[in-house]
């Protein structure tokens, strides 16, 4: 009888777990595949990582690199140091990395240069904002991965016209939505806004925590300013990224928010929790990359404030739009008064994505 085929799934931070979860589990539903999860650390806090692992039925990692906080060559350094020992050592058949944080491609350079062949879920989305440290995370990741599984046409055009073989791409759709639906009826019995004293369809969410939108007084004050103006309209609930806690504190601006009677802050919150609040919500206000693709999903409007988005699918077929910290408060009155696209589903966010996946690679393997 042959070994079985030992995959890694690398997971780093909070919005990794939610892409490797449905894939953890197709995985592990197949006789030929024996898939291990290595979490490097980045997230560590309770509320940031054991919290969602729970959630999504994941087991405890078969590795903890335990790399946490640090500055951006410090961390995709000690996990390229730490993940190459266990490389070498388990010597796995595949590598999956996803999304774009610094271990995605920290661990794909490991795995590149050991000859392991390395997928990468989440594929060919690019800002064109190079100042984003993501974007060159997304870059470097796909330009050595074996494997590119995109989630919609954009990221197939991208990658084609940065000159990648089209036998490289596949488009298996967006992983996140497996997530939710895994995860529906648990969302959907864990009545948030009760919880909140909130009333359903009658509040907004918030989530920030963008380096360009939080690392500086000058441009957080503003974004807080109109989130306070915001908040006399109707209630929003904000749970406060550990980036952006220190933030607020450091720049004097936490009273602000805590002395405004309309706005909730909260600790973040787990997985099942935090979609119970989006699909109940009014509207979301973000600058996070999967809220952009949730809200799409479940068709509630969203305002992402940010100057671009390497989702564009969200703004062209969905209910996103980029809106300037200034415009914000006429967004909010616009969604409050019903001027607002509800949008379609893009093609492939289906929950389905994980066996499209599994497909994929057992063809590879095969081929
Ligand atoms: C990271 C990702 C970003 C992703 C985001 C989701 C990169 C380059 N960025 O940004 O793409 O959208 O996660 O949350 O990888 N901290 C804690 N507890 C934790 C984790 C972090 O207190 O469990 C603190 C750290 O000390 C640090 C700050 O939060 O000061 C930021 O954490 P870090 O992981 O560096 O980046 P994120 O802003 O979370």
């Known amino acids: 009888m042959s070994a079985k085929t030992v995959v890694h799934l690398i997971a780093a931070a909070r919005p990794n777990f939610m892409k490797v979860a449905p894939l953890y589990h197709a995985l592990a539903g197949e006789d030929w595949c024996a898939p291990q999860i290595i979490h490097t650390g980045q997230h560590y806090d309770p509320n940031m990582s054991d919290d969602f692992f729970r959630d999504l039925k994941m087991p405890r990692p ?29 010597r796995p058949d595949w590598i999956v990395v996803v999304g774009d944080v610094n271990p995605t491609a920290a661990c794909s350079m490991v795995g590149t240069k050991l000859w392991i062949p390395v997928a990468h879920l989440e594929a060919g989305l690019r800002s064109r904002d ?41 488009r298996v759709g967006n992983i996140m939505i497996d997530s939710y639906e895994l995860m529906r009826p ?9 919880a909140m ?35 006399e309209k109707l209630p929003l609930v904000f749970p406060v990224h550990p980036r ?24 973040p919150v787990n997985y099942i929790r935090f979609m119970s609040l989006v ?28 100057e671009n988005t390497e989702r564009p699918i969200t703004i062209e077929q969905g209910t996103n739009r980029l809106t300037r910290p200034a415009e914000l408060l006429d967004q909010v009155n616009r ?33």
Not at 71 to 78: D, K, L, N, R, V
Not at 285 to 301: A, F, K, M, N, V
Not at 335 to 357: H, S
Request: include cysteine.
């Open 62 to 90: 078969h590795h903890h690199l335990g790399i946490g906080s640090g500055t951006h060559g410090e961390q995709t350094g000690s996990v390229m140091i730490a993940y190459e020992k266990i490389a070498l050592e388990d």
């Open 130 to 170: 190079r100042r984003m440290p993501e974007e060159i995370n997304r870059m470097v990741t796909d330009a050595i991965a074996d494997v590119l599984w995109t989630p919609s046409p954009d990221a197939d055009e991208n990658l084609r016209a940065e000159g990648v073989a089209q036998e490289r791409i596949t």
């Open 186 to 194: 648990a969302i959907e019995a864990d009545d948030a806004p009760a």
């Open 197 to 231: 004293g909130l009333e359903v369809g009658a509040y907004g969410v918030i989530t920030l925590h963008r380096p360009s939108n939080v690392d500086t007084a000058d441009a957080l004050e503003p974004i807080v300013g109109q989130i306070v103006a915001a908040s």
């Open 244 to 267: 952006t806690a220190k933030k607020l504190d450091e720049f004097g601006l936490k009273e602000r928010l805590e002395s405004a009677a309309g706005i909730h802050l909260i600790e």
């Open 279 to 306: 699909s109940n919500a009014r509207l979301a206000i973000t600058d996070s990359g999967g809220i952009q693709e949730e809200t799409t999903y479940l068709s509630i409007p969203c305002l992402t404030l940010r």
């Open 335 to 367: 969604i409050l008064a019903g001027d607002w696209p509800t949008g379609q589903k893009p093609d492939l966010w289906d929950g389905k994505t994980a066996g499209r996946i599994v497909e994929d690679l057992k063809r590879r393997i095969a081929g």
